[in-house]
């Protein structure tokens, strides 16, 4: 896997080698959903080097290692003012306010959008499942018409006034001379908060459920036996939020794994199964908070598209995992859970417990 990721002959997208044509499995993009795919057309995730190379260096100069540690005492701040007494469900009621809070503060938007940002989200990840339908394509399209409005206006109001936050850093960095133009603006924003929030999200609801599943190694975490940091490595080994990747092969005369596998055709990254890999892990199928080489799992992808918000989500996790752990530790699960139909962003629509 970890090779996979790491071979320039495989690609997120072919359009830069290659015709639609000849990359058979490709389906055209669908014209009705053009403003939809107009908010993509710039992401990280879909761009191949040079665009790629370009586009990453400027959202790394906004996203610096320094902005993101800013965040880690108000993550905890906003860990602890989320975290609802009584009984609740851990996603709607915690993890998707909480995590949608950090980003706004992130990107410097008041949380009185927090329910257009969620809303728009939500709508729009569903395009990356393999069986979408065409009310949930329209609906992400129109959700990302809408995004695209709201993004344009708030880049405008930090060009005029700037301020200490993400939209402003980006609308500002420059490299060899260049900014970044508004549709990059528009795709980068909206990348780094859907990608962000729905695997943050669901990261939290996998991993609290495996802890009330294995309670010794909830016990583990009260005890002060094992931090909340190794647990969301763990977590994210065991069940990751995001299960699958798909790259092109762009090159003839490719082989995986001993198989030779043609120019154009797709090869999907099974992330939950790489991580179970015996090779790597002792006990793969075991989930033990305190196991040493937990953080070697590939969840956060690897080779150029290597998860750029991964500091980011090691942050509000952590946080998000130790208010539980500090106000919460007679947690318990109070219903069954129900899993989300998604197969890509793989996790759970309600995690009903109880303090
Ligand atoms: C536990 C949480 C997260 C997980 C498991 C995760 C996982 C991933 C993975 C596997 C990729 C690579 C996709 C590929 O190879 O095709 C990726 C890319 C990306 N992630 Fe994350 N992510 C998480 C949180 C975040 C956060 C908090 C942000 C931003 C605030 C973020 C922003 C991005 C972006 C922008 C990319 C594209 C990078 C590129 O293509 O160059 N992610 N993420």
């Known amino acids: ?3 996979c990721l790491r071979d320039r002959r495989l690609g997120r997208n072919f359009r830069q080698v290659g015709s639609e044509a000849e990359f ?3 389906e055209p993009l669908d014209p009705r959903r053009q403003a939809f795919w107009d908010t993509e057309r710039w992401s990280l995730l879909w761009l191949e080097p040079p665009e790629h190379t370009r586009i990453r ?6 996203f610096t290692p320094r902005s993101v540690e800013a965040l880690r005492e108000p993550s905890h701040e906003l860990a602890r003012e989320h975290l609802p007494g009584g009984d609740f469900d851990l996603l709607r009621d915690y993890a998707q306010p909480y995590s949608i809070a950090v980003i706004c503060r992130l990107l410097g938007v008041p949380t009185d959008r927090a329910r ?3 809303d728009w989200s939500h709508a729009m990840v569903k395009m990356y499942e393999l069986d979408t339908s065409d009310a949930q394509a329209e609906a992400a399209t129109r959700a990302a018409a809408e995004f695209r409005e709201y993004v344009l206006a708030l880049a405008e109001e ?3 006034e700037p301020q200490d936050d993400l939209v402003t850093r980006l609308v500002e960095a420059q490299v060899d001379g260049r900014h970044l133009s508004e549709p990059e603006i528009v795709s980068t924003i909206i990348v780094l908060l859907n990608a962000g929030h729905e695997a943050t999200v669901n990261t939290l609801g996998n991993g609290v459920l495996a802890l009330l599943r294995h309670r010794r190694q909830w016990e583990r ?3 002060g036996e094992v931090e909340p940091a190794a647990a969301v490595e763990e977590s994210i080994r065991w069940d990751p939020p995001l299960q699958l990747f798909e790259r092109w092969v762009l090159e003839d005369g490719v082989e995986l794994a001993g198989r030779p596998v043609p120019r154009g055709a797709k090869v999907a990254l099974l992330f939950g199964a790489a991580n179970r890999d015996p090779r790597v892990f002792d006990d793969p199928d075991g989930f033990d908070v305190g196991r040493g080489n937990a ?3 590939i969840g956060f ?3 150029i598209h290597v998860c750029i918000g991964a500091p980011l989500a090691r942050i509000e996790l952590e946080a998000a995992l130790r208010a539980l752990v500090e106000r919460a530790p007679g947690l318990a699960l109070a219903g069954e859970p129900r899993r989300n139909r998604a197969f890509v962003i793989w996790g759970l629509e309600s995690l009903e417990v109880t303090v």
């Open 221 to 223: 975490l009260l005890a």
């Open 24 to 26: 058979a499995a490709a």
């Open 301 to 303: 992808g690897g080779g």
């Open 1 to 3: 896997m970890r090779a």
């Open 116 to 118: 257009d940002l969620l």
């Open 295 to 297: 953080a070697e799992h």
């Open 158 to 160: 930090r060009r005029r």
């Open 57 to 62: 260096k400027l959202v790394a100069a906004a």
